[in-house]
């Protein structure tokens, strides 16, 4: 099956410093999604990307789908960005078109 | 307002219980997923439904249980709990017919004692 790599697992910064977290991936893909999972464990749709940029806020996404690889910046971070960040994909002739996860980036942003 | 409800929150609960977690949403999805996640680590489908009466078992094995009557619900059922059982539990739906991305629960969290 697809497999989603994540970079790095763990990062820690100050507040006001910006990030890049990056997500590979083994396949082709119809759907990729960047989530962030908050301390309290609620799983928050951040970015709905197979392909392009999108920017949100402090925070903007591309995914480069012929290189098989996303990028997700996080500018002028604050301790409420704190968590882990995941990205998920589907790949429709892989494992029946199902969300597959990489590992996640735990990030702590001090204050 | 559209969404997907999950619960209960937090379960505490003995082992050897009958357990139902209750998932919803009201969003018309005719997908519907679970998803078993132990604390710090990632997600692991357990299983999936594509419509009412359809449900699959995912890649993590999983002694629970779906069912799908409905197409707004998909409890999953635990018959016996056991201490291996503890983890988060959550939920998630998608249009097959937008190819839209996937929308999750908050999540229950279990405990067996």
């Known amino acids: 099956g697809i497999q989603v790599e994540q970079s790095p697992p763990d990062l820690i910064l100050q507040e006001g410093a910006n990030s890049t977290l990056r997500c590979n991936f083994s396949d082709s893909v119809n759907n990729l999604q960047w989530f962030h999972q908050n301390p309290w464990g609620q799983l928050i749709n951040l970015f709905y990307?197979?392909?392009g940029t999108k920017q949100n806020g402090r925070l903007s996404a591309t995914t480069v789908a012929t290189e098989r690889y996303s990028l997700l910046y996080i500018s002028s971070s604050q301790t409420t960005d704190s968590g882990v960040y995941f990205c998920?994909?589907?790949?429709?002739?892989?494992?029946?078109?199902?969300?597959?996860f990489g590992k996640g980036t735990k990030l702590s942003v001090k204050p | 307002e559209a969404d997907i409800y999950q619960t209960p929150r937090y379960l505490v609960i003995g082992t050897g219980k009958k357990i139902t977690l209750e998932c919803s949403q009201t969003?018309?999805?005719?997908?519907m997923y679970w998803y078993q996640q132990d604390p710090g680590m990632e997600l692991h489908l357990i299983h999936y439904s594509y419509g009412v009466n359809s449900t699959e078992k995912g890649d993590l094995s999983s002694e629970s249980t779906v069912s799908r009557i409905r197409t707004e619900h998909f409890p999953l059922t635990l018959e016996s709990a056991r201490p291996s059982h503890t983890s988060q539990y959550l939920c998630?739906?998608?249009?097959?017919?937008?190819?839209?991305?996937?929308?999750f629960g908050s999540g229950t969290r279990l405990t067996v004692v």
């Open positions: 969003m018309g999805h005719d997908k």
């Open positions: 990307i197979p392909s």
């Open positions: 998630a739906s998608s249009d097959s017919g937008t190819g839209g991305g996937y929308t």
């Open positions: 998920a994909v589907v790949n429709y002739g892989g494992s029946q078109g199902n969300l597959i």
